[in-house]
């Protein structure tokens, strides 16, 4: 799971506000109704045919000795943008 710092949450809302407008966005709460595909997938849920991620953020993931740090995207999918399988 990614950590949503200010900067994440903020971009991945103004995401949400213009796919779905300002009042939608309001309702955006981090790790709970925008989450990765496979966060999805666990939950029972599949992303809706021709839907395009909402917002992609860079994580940054450590080697198993926690010695280097690499990039690495998520690609979040928010709650309309899902079904229930």
Request: aromatic letters at 12%.
């Amino acid at each position: 799971m990614f950590r949503a710092n200010k900067f994440n949450i903020l971009a991945t809302k103004g995401a949400i506000a213009s796919k779905y407008g300002e009042k939608e966005s309001l309702n955006y709460i981090p790790n709970v109704n925008c989450l990765t595909f496979n966060k999805w997938k666990e939950q029972g849920y599949k992303v809706k045919k021709g839907e395009k991620a909402i917002s992609r953020i860079v994580t940054f993931i450590e080697n198993k000795e926690k010695t280097k740090k690499y990039p690495h995207t998520c690609c979040l999918f928010y709650k309309l943008q899902v079904e229930k399988v």
